[in-house]
Each structure stands twice: as C-alpha cells, then as structure tokens.
C-alpha cells in the first residue's frame, strides 16, 4: 500500500515556464512533507518543506504547496531552468521523528 | 568540507552472499539512515543508528542488519542475498539525532547487483 503517490512518471516543460509536480498521500497522520530532487549518479538533495500548519512554502524558484482537505501537494518550478531537469521525489513523515515515506518520484525534463 | 560518501560504489553478488556496504556521514553529523531504492521505486527506509544503536526501523527483514562506529561512520550487511535485493543503497546522514526536521544530506549510493 503506496501511501505517497506520485501519479506521472514524468513531465517535460519548456524553459522559462512553470513546472508544475504533483504529489498525494494517503496517510491523514503525515504532517511534514518535504522535496527532494535526484541527478544520475548522485544521491536525492533536499530541495524544500513544508509542515501541515502552513499551506504554502516558498523558496526562490520553488514553491511547495499543502491541500490537507485533499491530501495533496504540489512543487511548482518558476521559471523552469534546464539544470531543473532531474527526478523530483515528494516525501512525508509523522511527527518530525518518523522516516521519511517517498513517492516514485517525477522525472522532469525542461526544454531548452 | 566532504559530504555523505559511500563505498563500494558497484557490487555484483550471487544468490546466497552475503555484503557489507559502508557509509561516512558529512562532518559534524552523529546519525545515520539507510534507504533502498529499487528500480522505478522511491527510496525505502531501511534502519536508521543514532549513538552507535539501532533507533528506528523499516519494514525489513533480519537479513538487513547494520552498525555505527564511535565515528559515526555505519555499515550495511546484508546476507543471503536474494534476487530482489538488487537495488541501490542509499545512505543519508543528518545532525542532531532523530528528528526529521533535521535535514538529511544523501550519499551517491552504492549500486548492488545480485545474480
């Protein structure tokens, strides 16, 4: 039972337009999610959280946004650079001591 | 400064073997987590060690067992290795402990390939 789902596999986006990744949970007791972003050859780098007392979360280029009513979040990328290209992981954990539960994780590619 | 580094980087066993994986945390960091992330998939909680103890764990089986040195360095065996094992073994270390807000700094992972 995947409790953190990332619905698309992939997305493919034009530089200089938003990117837009999608994440759902399923467990109603997540209250910490975070983004992590993955290059080939390297291990997954801390990109942006947000805890479930806030609905928004913004940092430069990237914003994270929280649904609770829908358990959903989502990572929008503006403007999309192609260094942005890489596998975007959403995560979730209860309580702030509880490990992180990944989804499958997103495959952007931005277009130059 | 280096960060999480992790040896070997590729490993190919065979059915039945047994592997000790080995991870260095970033300076200043005490704790240690271990991730599976197989192929297509997100990476999957393992065990985390704190002060040289086992804290947490996933939904693992005993073959996975691992250790943390007074340095905080860790290592991952795994025995009797299975197809199914194959996968890349990630490590991430963090400061202070436990706590999930403590951001986690990931390693390059080591590739295992079980034959």
């Known amino acids: 039972d995947q409790q953190v789902k990332q619905n698309s596999p992939s997305l493919s986006v034009q530089e200089g337009r938003i990117s837009i990744l999608n994440c759902d949970y399923t467990n109603s007791m997540f209250d910490y999610f975070l983004w992590y972003k993955k290059y080939p050859a390297e291990g997954p780098t801390f990109l942006i959280s947000i805890s479930s007392i806030k609905d928004k979360n913004e940092d430069g280029r990237f914003t994270v946004f929280l649904n609770k009513s829908a358990k959903h979040l989502s990572l929008h990328i503006v403007p999309s650079q192609p260094g942005d290209s890489a596998v975007y992981f959403c995560a979730a954990s209860r309580s702030g001591n509880t490990p992180l539960v990944f989804g499958k994780g997103t495959r952007l590619s931005v277009i130059a | 400064d280096a960060g999480v580094t992790q040896s070997p980087t590729h490993l190919i066993k065979t059915r039945g073997q047994q592997v000790t994986l080995r991870c260095s945390p970033k300076?200043?960091?005490?704790?240690v987590s271990w991730y599976q992330q197989a192929l297509g998939q997100g990476p999957q909680f393992i065990f985390q060690?704190?002060?040289?103890?086992?804290?947490q764990r996933g939904n693992f089986p005993d073959r996975f067992s691992g250790h943390q040195f007074p340095n905080y360095s860790s290592e991952l065996n795994v025995n009797a290795l299975l197809l199914g094992d194959s996968a890349l073994y990630l490590c991430a270390s963090s400061a202070r402990g436990l706590s999930v807000l403590d951001t986690q700094y990931f390693g390059p992972g080591t590739r295992l390939t079980v034959l």
């Open positions: 300076s200043g960091h005490d704790t």
């Open positions: 060690y704190y002060e040289e103890e086992e804290r």
